[in-house]
């Protein structure tokens, strides 16, 4: 924070990295993507040829059909909400300001084919909240979707619809289905929920050793020609972090991966977890007793046939051993390929990307 502001070419860059049109950028959600290059130098501070007017969220979305990247910049003061287009090229080729949206914390959205699904939850900008991040949870915020068509006009013709109160912080996926309803998935707090994985965050006295969370799995189901929401939790394990094979971002998949967490009662643990939508099974990789697995990435086999033909790649930090270790899971099974030990540990990851050297840089 400057005294004109925040300067948004200051940035931790730690919290995703993906590489859209050939350029590795390296995210966080308060200030411009930090370009690196093929060697993981710092190139600097990324603005799209200066077509990029606010910070740049960590979860852009590329489209798998058009090779667009979809994102959004979120503010606490307004414009709270601004919504970017860039090309397969990397050029920014539509930006909107969002109208109706409000400083509730942004991290995370979803994308249809033909809309942009935004997600406010109950959890807003809070300047008496000294911790560090000055966000908290407010029963006066209400919580709702947001469904944008993609189209020129779209901004102007977004519709909000409210829903229960809660925090999703992460969207697994959202599609179109044959009716026509947004269905969007992701896990999601509660109050309670929040306020016990926000301690972990902030390092509130009496938090646990361990992260945790309460965050569960919901299912929205947004009916545009009735105008209404049905929403219902889907699973009782507690996860965050969903994956999936991204090139049904968009589009109904039928698997998604998650990171499940022990909850207050020791039911669950460390893992790595495979949901199946077609059936409703759930399988989990155990990581094992303080063993916390970063995001599972999902990387697509050569000549996959199959959703699942694939890999999951996560960073497993071992907090009893002080050591970190990246798993390869068969995405299909959820058996061990390999373990890649590492020297030492290194930080706890939080996102991540599979990013292959045929890649042009
Ligand atoms: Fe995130």
């Known amino acids: 924070m400057t005294e004109h502001g925040p300067d948004l070419t200051a940035s931790v860059a730690g919290t995703h990295v993906i590489e859209h049109a050939g350029r590795l950028l390296a995210l966080c959600e308060a200030n411009f993507p930090f370009e690196l290059d093929a060697e993981l130098e710092t190139v600097g501070a990324y603005d799209f040829d200066g077509k990029l ?24 003061f307004p414009p709270y909400l601004l919504y970017y287009i860039a090309d397969a090229k990397g050029q920014i080729v539509h930006s909107a300001e969002i109208p109706g949206a409000t400083a509730s914390l942004k991290h995370d959205f979803a994308i249809t084919r033909h809309h942009v699904v935004f997600i406010e939850g109950s959890v807003t900008f809070d300047p008496a909240e000294h911790s560090g991040i000055p966000y908290g949870w407010s029963d006066a915020q209400p919580s709702r ?19 229960e109160p809660g925090n999703m912080l992460h969207a697994a996926n959202a599609y179109e289905d044959a009716q026509g309803r947004i269905v969007l998935e992701g896990p999601t707090v509660d109050r309670e929920g929040f306020q016990l994985s926000w301690n972990w965050w902030v ?19 947004v009916d545009l020609a009735q105008g209404r929401v049905d929403e219902q939790t889907i699973d009782d394990l507690a996860v965050e972090f969903p994956t999936l094979n991204e ?26 977890v495979k949901y199946d939508r077609a059936t409703g099974a759930r399988r ?18 050569e000549g ?28 299909a099974g959820l058996d061990r ?11 706890g990851g939080i996102h991540g990307s599979w990013i292959p050297d045929t890649t042009d840089q």
Not at 145 to 163: L, S
Not at 337 to 347: K, Q
């Open 145 to 163: 979707i947001g469904v944008m068509p993609r189209t020129a006009d779209g901004a102007a013709r977004i519709r909000w619809f409210d829903i």
């Open 247 to 272: 090139d049904y971002v968009g589009a109904e998949n039928r698997y998604t991966y998650a990171v499940s967490f022990p909850d207050q009662d020791g039911y669950g643990g460390y893992g790595v």
């Open 53 to 76: 007017r606010s910070a740049m969220t960590a979860h852009p979305k590329t489209d798998p059909v058009t090779g667009e990247l979809h994102f959004f910049g979120s503010s606490p």
């Open 337 to 347: 390929i390999a373990t890649v030990h590492l020297p030492r540990r290194v930080t």
């Open 284 to 301: 989990v990789h155990q990581a094992g007793d303080a063993r916390l697995p970063s995001e599972a990435v999902f990387v697509p086999a």
């Open 203 to 221: 390092g509130a006295p009496g938090r646990g050793t361990e992260p945790n969370t309460r965050s569960y799995t919901r299912r929205w189901v």
């Open 304 to 331: 996959a046939a199959n959703e699942d033909d694939g890999y999951l790649l996560t960073v497993v930090s071992d907090l009893k051993q002080d050591a970190s270790q990246l798993l390869v899971l068969d995405a």
